[in-house]
């Protein structure tokens, strides 16, 4: 596979509030890490079913799938909503299967997690973020933003204020960047595993018994 292309982020935010924090916040970090050369790609959430609501040839299921396996790396960024990750931004996680026929759609794929407060500062979303990416196999890359009291910290317009909390989103887009771009043409070498290898060797001989 050719690497000779800028790498491939995808956003997905967990708020569909007209104002939605979340969203901005990923808009701010996509605007950065384009600065650097990536290729950015939003999901829209809206009008994605509840997981399990509706077959996952639904439009917007298929829609997601198509970006989750374009991408390299990814972005969640997510509300904190009674001390956890936003009901949106669980459902779009749901949505991502493990495997898809003989593909792993995540597995080995940079992530990135940021959320924001409408409080003090907290890190339980991101905290639970993490607990998803490595559920999902995806190479979570150490730092991480959560932005407290977001209704203060964005100009009309939409753009993050120039602050400590803007400098961190700089530092976890930078990092991203770097990881991706070290790990993508890597992803085969670390995510094979022995259990997966014994099990297709088994399938490929009880072929050849039958």
Avoid: C
Avoid at 125 to 131: G, P
């Amino acid at each position: 596979m050719s690497l000779d292309h800028p790498p491939r982020i995808l956003f997905l935010y967990g708020s569909l509030r007209e104002r939605s924090y979340s969203r901005l916040l990923a808009e701010e970090a996509s605007r950065i890490i384009e600065e650097m050369g990536a290729e950015v790609r939003f999901f829209n959430p809206r009008g994605l079913p509840l997981h399990g609501a509706e077959p996952d040839t639904h439009p917007k299921v298929q829609e997601l799938l198509t970006l989750v396996q374009w991408s390299e790396g990814q972005v969640w960024s997510s509300p904190e909503l009674h001390g956890n990750i936003s009901g949106l931004m669980k459902t779009q996680i749901d949505w991502i299967p493990l495997k898809l026929g003989a593909v792993r759609p995540t597995q080995g794929k940079t992530l990135a997690v940021m959320q924001v407060s409408g409080g003090s500062q907290s890190f339980n979303a991101v905290n639970t973020m993490r607990l998803l990416g490595r559920w999902m196999r995806m190479f979570t890359i150490p730092n991480q933003s959560s932005v407290a009291k977001a209704y203060q910290e964005f100009h009309e317009d939409g753009r993050l204020k120039d602050s400590a909390y803007r400098d961190r989103v700089v530092d976890v887009m930078e990092e991203l960047y770097r990881f991706t771009l070290l790990l993508r043409d890597k992803v085969d070498e670390l995510t094979d595993r022995y259990s997966e290898r014994k099990a297709q060797q088994q399938m490929d001989m009880s072929k050849v018994l039958k």
